[in-house]
């Protein structure tokens, strides 16, 4: 089976500032799917950003970019500039290329200080 | 644009008493799942319905029923509710088969059993 593990259960950044939100996963599958979800108070899931696992070059959707090492099975989120409407709980997720079951770790909250 | 809509947003029960959690989607999804979300442990995949007429038990499906009314309708049936149970719980849908296939969330049920 798969494990989603977030190391980091509480991380707190500076506005404007940088910060890298750590996952990693064990499969034993060569192909597969990755995601960042973001959850703010409002309880809603928002989808970050996303990987394929067989293309090598990192994902980035504007401030937000991952470091996906496939050998270490590590799937890291970076976020730069940071902004207050970035606080949230962020939650990364597994998904095998075959189906459609998301796994996901434990999550980070995210806390932006002004 | 509604996408996932689930009902109630807030419920209340009694130890012992029954409920069923409403979930529709309109994006024509063939897959659709309910999750519970608890502090620390990320979402938990209760039930999934991959297709019209299938359903399947996910990672934590004790005490839990639930019915793929038809396409667009797939609720959750507590039984006899426990205060185990207390928790959010979140309906998702997603295209089946889909390479690039991100899942859509409902903005949760939050449920207490006293």
């Known amino acids: 089976a798969q494990t989603v593990t977030q190391s980091q259960p509480e991380m707190s950044v500076q506005e404007a500032e940088t910060v890298t939100l750590s996952c990693t996963y064990d499969?034993?599958?060569?192909?597969?799917?990755l995601f960042w979800y973001k959850q703010p108070p409002s309880r809603q899931m928002i989808l970050v950003i996303r990987?394929?696992?067989?293309?090598?070059q990192n994902a980035t959707e504007n401030r937000f970019s991952v470091n996906f090492q496939k050998a270490a099975k590590s799937f890291s989120l970076k976020i730069s500039d940071s902004q207050l409407g970035d606080a949230a709980m962020y939650f990364c997720?597994?998904?095998?290329?075959?189906?459609?079951?998301?796994?996901f770790g434990g999550g980070t909250r995210l806390m932006v200080k002004p | 644009n509604a996408g996932v809509t689930q009902t109630p947003k807030f419920q209340v029960l009694k130890t012992g008493q029954s409920m069923t959690l409403q979930c529709a989607q309109d994006?024509?999804?063939?897959?659709m799942y309910w999750y519970r979300q608890d502090p620390g442990m990320g979402l938990r995949l209760i039930y999934y319905?991959?297709?019209?007429?299938?359903?399947d038990k996910g990672e934590v499906p004790n005490g839990y029923n639930v019915s793929r009314l038809n396409k667009r309708e797939f609720s959750l049936r507590l039984e006899s509710a426990a205060p185990s149970q207390t928790s959010v719980y979140f309906c998702?849908?997603?295209?089946?088969?889909?390479?690039?296939?991100?899942?859509?969330f409902g903005q949760g049920t939050r449920l207490t059993v006293v």
């Open positions: 998702a849908s997603s295209e089946a088969g889909q390479a690039r296939t991100e899942a859509f």
């Open positions: 499969t034993s599958e060569s192909d597969y799917y």
């Open positions: 990987q394929e696992a067989y293309k090598q």
């Open positions: 997720a597994y998904r095998r290329k075959a189906g459609n079951m998301l796994t």
């Open positions: 994006m024509n999804h063939n897959s």
């Open positions: 319905s991959a297709s019209e007429g299938t359903t």
